[in-house]
């Protein structure tokens, strides 16, 4: 009796149990769905701030929703210092110099090129449209680009710091976070902007979270916590825009991404005045081995009288500016000047990433084969180009990515940059 009274006794708090379960699952799941209708809720509410009401909109071929979105209503204006700022249409100063493309007209690279070269490098949503007089193109960033991030608060930002810090003593340091370089720079004065012409190609990303880019460096400061850098290239990576597309990028932060700055217009901070290039957006054609190469232009500079960096893309569009109170060191000068490419070895299995830098080929192949940066210069106090004085290079591991610096009549002082990761000398 005893027995069955104790067995019943455990079965009446089994079912209570049981119950208590049930009602914990349900209330688990139930928590679970409010989160994940409160990620939806802010991921809608960042999409709303990112993108603004478009007065056309255009669908490129790659599937990027482009909107022609009225100047005044840009990303830039919802920060609170830009609220009363008068868009400046146009930069009061241009460098000029040696390599000032609208005055050499007969520019050519060390070795015959295809004829293709000369072609406009342009972007791949020209095809299906325009934006009109008085509106900018913004990409769209859709609910998937948001949702690849890390977090709503990461998205358009920089995951690591990885500048490449060419005289770093510490391997470890330099070798944090798997970023690696390989770059040309000068440092030890001040400087007011830097121009370089840049080989395009579409190297190959082995694991989605990594990625490669060819860009330059405007810094200011220390390598401490509050690095200024602006920086502007072209770059493959699928985490940022969901594909293996080679787009035209900028990033800036104040200090060495912790809180501010972002890639494109992802935040509030540079102010775009063209209506013909889109930030963030694919670049066509891209060059092929041993066949047609493409190069883009990028200048960057300080505009002596109002202190902002502007920047330029080719001869004929100027894009905008960053404002001078965006920074600390740089709203006075920049400090050094690097110039090349950056990857991620993310490490799989253990091995070096097989991702490209540049074309995936080494500097000795040359001219067709090895990516190259042209024509490099920087801008001085007088807001004239100027060649590098005392360039350096330099690379963590060069049996993985190597750079070769050189100069001639035709590109100033230019070098080549990349390989291919992975390989018998990179295991
Ligand atoms: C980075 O790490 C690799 C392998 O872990 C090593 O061979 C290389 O020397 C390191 N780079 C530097 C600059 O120390
Ligand atoms: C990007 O390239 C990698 C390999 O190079 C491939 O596995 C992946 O599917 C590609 N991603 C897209 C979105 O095309």
Redesign the pocket.
């Known amino acids: 009796m005893g027995d069955v009274h104790f067995s019943r006794g455990r079965a009446r708090r089994g079912v209570v149990l049981v119950v208590f379960w049930i009602l914990g699952l349900i209330s688990l799941s139930c928590a679970a769905r409010l989160s994940v209708e409160k990620q939806k809720l802010q991921v809608q509410k960042h999409l709303n701030r990112l993108n603004k009401p478009a007065v056309k909109t255009i669908e490129s071929p790659d599937g990027d929703i482009i909107d022609c979105v009225h100047i005044s209503h840009q990303p830039a204006f919802d920060h609170p210092y830009l609220k009363d700022h008068k868009i400046q249409m146009r930069p009061n100063y241009h460098p000029e110099g040696l390599f000032d493309e609208n005055k050499v007209s007969d520019e050519k690279p060390p070795i015959k090129q295809p004829k293709e070269h000369s072609a406009p490098i342009k972007q791949l949503w020209h095809m299906n449209g325009k934006c009109p007089e008085g509106t900018i193109p913004i990409r769209r960033t859709k609910e998937e680009d948001v949702l690849r991030a890390s977090s709503v608060k990461r998205y358009g930002r920089k995951k690591h710091r990885a500048i490449p810090k060419p005289r770093s003593a510490d391997p470890d340091l330099v070798n944090e976070s798997g970023h690696q370089h390989a770059i040309a720079y000068v440092e030890g004065d001040k400087y007011y902007g830097a121009k370089a012409t840049i080989n395009v190609w579409e190297p190959?990303?082995?694991q989605?979270n990594e990625f490669s880019l060819s860009q330059l460096w405007i810094l200011g400061g220390s390598f401490g916590e509050d690095l200024n850098s602006i920086e502007a290239g072209w770059q493959v990576s699928?985490d940022l825009y969901?594909?293996?597309n080679t787009r035209l990028f900028t990033y800036w932060t104040s200090d060495a991404y912790q809180a501010t700055g972002c890639y494109n217009l992802l935040c509030s901070g540079f102010i775009q005045i063209n209506s013909e290039i889109a930030m963030g957006a694919s670049i066509s054609p891209v060059s092929a081995y041993r066949n047609s190469q493409y190069d883009i232009s990028i200048l960057v500079w300080k505009d002596p009288k109002e202190g902002h960096w502007w920047m330029q893309f080719g001869n004929d569009y100027v894009l905008g500016y960053w404002p001078s109170f965006l920074f600390s060191y740089l709203a006075d000068s920049a400090s050094m000047i690097e110039w090349g490419g950056e990857v991620v070895n993310s490490e799989p299995d253990g091995h070096h990433t097989s991702t490209q830098m540049g074309s995936g080929h080494f500097p000795e192949e040359g001219f067709g084969k090895s990516s190259y940066f042209r024509n490099i210069q920087v801008v001085d106090e007088s807001n004239n180009l100027k060649a590098p004085k005392g360039l350096g290079t330099f690379t963590e591991q060069s049996n993985c990515y190597d750079v070769q610096t050189g100069s001639n009549g035709d590109w100033g002082h230019y070098f080549y940059y990349g390989g291919p990761g992975k390989n018998p000398n990179c295991p």
Request: charged letters at 25%; hydrophobic letters at 10%.
């Open positions: 190959r990303i082995q989605p699928p969901g594909d293996n």
